[in-house]
């Protein structure tokens, strides 16, 4: 589960993890619009934050914005450097997608595994009105289905979790980027090795195993693992943050929502691995208490344009 060498070596995909993910989402993703909205990702939160459900939502909105900013993606209000093209990797049902389409009136493209996570984001889009900037495909986020030098804003927004090579991943972020154009990462990390270590403790990789068996994740890496691929892929301005703090209200209330009558009546009839991604949540809480899990952010820039 951690990866000391994940800069270096190539990870060859587990058997079944991509039918496993896509799986998961077409099961899970109606559940999870119908109780939280179209934003399938944490939300950001000041420390100490009391919340109810209509602040988590404003959380998750509130997380793209912070995320943009960290990077320091130009605002709308600068025409001429604000992104035009941008490409959501893992996007979901497309909250992302729309919420950046409109904010810069720009072109997005998002792909999935999932293919009803994409029929919805698409019917979404159209309903908003979004049909003729916001496009949502299958595809793969290892082997990307466009052109080089294509985005000048590259988004993927926990997405990094699910990826096996975690090198390759970075790779594909960094080819479809237009030169001088704005990586995102946003995604679950274990913590950063200490000097005297090569591997995380036997209870902690415990823990992450059984978190990764129900959420179809294949081996975890360190936010200096992904500072590590950077540099050795030349990319510029990398910066990286622990966001743990900022996330630690949302999985409680995940597992809140889980129990009203709504929430139980629905996912007892979703289907066995949304039950079972269900029943992890509170190891998740646990891996953010003990320091084992860390919600990360890690920016950069490819190089070839001012």
């Given at each position: 589960m951690a990866s000391s060498t994940a800069a270096q070596a190539p990870a060859p995909t587990p058997p079944g993890l991509k039918e496993g993910i896509a799986g998961l989402y077409d099961e899970s993703s109606g559940l999870w619009e119908n109780i939280w909205g179209?934003?399938?990702h944490h939300g950001f939160y000041d420390s100490g934050e009391a919340t109810s459900m209509d602040d988590h939502r404003r959380a998750q909105i509130r997380m793209i914005e912070e995320?943009?900013?960290?990077?320091?993606?130009?605002s709308p209000d600068d025409p001429e450097k604000a992104p035009k093209n941008i490409v959501d990797v893992g996007c979901g049902i497309g909250g992302s997608s729309r919420y950046l389409a409109k904010k810069y009136g720009a072109q997005c493209k998002g792909i999935t595994l999932s293919p009803v996570q994409a029929e919805r984001g698409n019917a979404l889009a159209a309903a908003q009105g979004l049909s003729d900037q916001v496009t949502l495909q299958v595809a793969d986020a290892l082997e990307q289905p466009f052109p080089d030098g294509q985005f000048d804003l590259v988004w993927s927004m926990e997405s990094g979790e699910h990826m096996a090579d975690k090198r390759k991943f970075v790779?594909?972020?960094?080819?479809?980027?237009?030169?001088?154009g704005t990586i995102i990462i946003v995604t679950w990390c274990?913590?950063?090795?200490?000097?005297?270590?090569?591997?995380?403790?036997?209870?902690?990789?415990s823990l992450l195993k059984r978190i990764c068996d129900a959420y179809y994740l294949p081996d975890w890496c360190s936010p200096s693992d992904y500072v590590n691929i950077a540099k050795s892929l030349s990319l510029e301005d990398i910066k990286t943050a622990d966001w743990s703090e900022n996330v630690a209200p949302f999985w409680p209330a995940v597992i809140k929502s889980a129990l009203t009558w709504k929430g139980l009546t629905s996912l007892l009839t979703s289907g066995w691995k949304t039950i079972?991604?269900?029943m992890v949540m509170p190891l998740m809480i646990q891996g953010y208490k003990k320091g084992l899990i860390k919600f990360?952010?890690?920016?950069?820039?490819k190089p070839g344009a001012a």
């Open positions: 179209d934003h399938m995320a943009l900013a960290f990077a320091a993606v130009p790779s594909e972020l960094a080819r479809v980027a237009a030169p001088g274990h913590r950063n090795l200490e000097p005297s270590e090569t591997s995380l403790k036997p209870d902690e990789l079972r991604g269900a990360t952010i890690i920016t950069c820039r």
